[in-house]
């Protein structure tokens, strides 16, 4: 299986920040990798797929890149309601393997 | 508006079992892969399973393989996680989930329901 972890587990940030959040695979996936968000007792949402797209209705201030073993989500300007966390996920086979989570706490 | 509406979770002790359906809208139920994700209490998320649009194609998490069986019915417009032999590390909030793209490569959860909770314990 394809381990990926995320770095770091949390962060302490404030509104207006720049955060940029690491997830390093264990073997090379090509761009096959997701962002999604998630808030308390919320279902996940979407952010970023194959690496650098942003999903439909996302705002601008978040971007991806990377490719191979290592990936970035970047969140430009932080707003309160950025304040989640933040998981990768591989697509390059199955089983499709998550990274443990970043926290974004404000600061 | 994409919905995906989970059902069937509860208290189940260990080596019971309990069926989980997803009940979607919205979309074209039937071209679409879908897939059963869970997160423990105050953990990551774990991919469980994913069923292809045909149910041609179905994969585990090895976690659950030989245990759980995921199927669906696309005249219904469901999905279901048949668990077996359940375990207290089978604890936690399943999430049904919409797979948009290919099964390898650019694939991606894009719509998730918003969880049923199955507690396994004694």
């Known amino acids: 299986d394809i381990k990926m972890t995320q770095s770091p587990s949390s962060l302490s940030a404030s509104v207006g920040d720049r955060v940029t959040i690491t997830c390093r695979a264990s073997q090379n996936i090509n761009i096959y990798l997701s962002w999604y968000q998630q808030k308390p007792g919320k279902a996940p949402n979407l952010l970023i797929h194959?690496?650098?797209r942003v999903q439909s209705g996302v705002p601008s201030r978040f971007s991806g890149s990377g490719s191979g073993t290592d990936f970035t989500l970047t969140i430009n300007s932080l707003q309160t309601e950025d304040f989640a966390t933040y998981f990768c996920q591989q697509s390059y086979n199955t089983p499709y393997t998550f990274g443990q989570g970043t926290k974004l706490e404000i600061k | 508006e994409v919905r995906l509406v989970e059902s069937g979770g509860g208290l189940v002790k260990p080596g019971g079992s309990l069926r989980l359906s997803c009940a979607a809208s919205?979309?074209?139920?039937?071209?679409?892969?879908m897939n059963w994700v869970r997160q423990a209490p105050g953990k990551g998320l774990e991919w469980v399973s994913s069923i292809s649009s045909s149910s041609s194609s179905i994969y585990y998490a090895d976690s659950v393989k030989g245990r759980f069986t995921i199927s669906r019915d696309n005249a219904e417009n469901s999905v279901y996680l048949q668990m077996n032999s359940l375990r207290d590390e089978d604890t936690g909030v399943y999430f049904c989930?919409?797979?948009?793209?290919?099964?390898?490569?650019?694939?991606?959860?894009?719509?998730w329901g918003q969880g049923t909770k199955v507690t396994v314990s004694s």
């Open positions: 919205g979309f074209t139920f039937s071209s679409y892969t």
């Open positions: 989930a919409k797979w948009m793209g290919p099964a390898t490569g650019t694939g991606r959860i894009d719509y």
């Open positions: 194959a690496a650098s």
